[in-house]
């Protein structure tokens, strides 16, 4: 029995579907997959007067899997290090953990996935409203000023 060889599934120009029987691994003809690859290639890259993070956030949607596998694989990373010996002067290597990169892809991970944690707001005061500063006159506020300065200088230890 003779080998079926497919055809490729792309349509031509005229809108019928093309007769090449060469085909790649993505059921294309060579001419239909090196324009599909074209194509691919123009749409990562950004559009004139486009919004970059638009771009970006489309790039990051497309290979999502990829993303995820490259922090996956960061929460294993290692790192060698060199170390010479001070009695023999031989240099040996050690392959650590980088708690670095997996510190930080964990935490890219948890942003990402959980969204940044929100800082609690710190209450504000309004320290002139509540001593009443504004109410005081200029001899009060110097007055309050020695205080603050006397409490603030340590005291001198006494001789024995």
Not at 13 to 23: H, N
Not at 57 to 67: N, R, S, Y
Not at 113 to 132: H, I, W
Request: aromatic share 4%; glycine share 8%.
């Amino acid at each position: 029995m003779p080998e079926q060889r497919e055809k490729c599934w792309e349509v031509n120009a005229l809108g019928k579907r093309c007769q090449s029987w060469g085909v790649e691994a993505d059921g294309r003809c060579g001419m239909h997959h090196r324009k599909a690859k074209k194509a691919e290639a123009a749409s990562l890259e950004p559009k004139p007067g486009g919004a970059p993070r638009a771009h970006l956030a489309h790039v990051a949607t497309k290979h999502a899997g990829l993303i995820e596998a490259t922090l996956l694989a960061a929460l294993q990373a290692e790192t060698t290090r060199h170390v010479k010996c001070q009695f023999c002067k031989r240099a040996n290597s050690f392959v650590l953990p980088d708690h670095g990169a997996r510190v930080k892809a964990v935490q890219t991970l948890l942003e990402e996935g959980y969204g940044r944690p929100q800082l609690a707001e710190s209450p504000k005061t309004d320290v002139e409203g509540v001593l009443g500063l504004e109410d005081m006159s200029d001899e009060e506020l110097l007055q309050i000023k020695r205080r603050l300065q006397e409490l603030a200088e340590p005291e001198a230890p006494t001789a024995a």
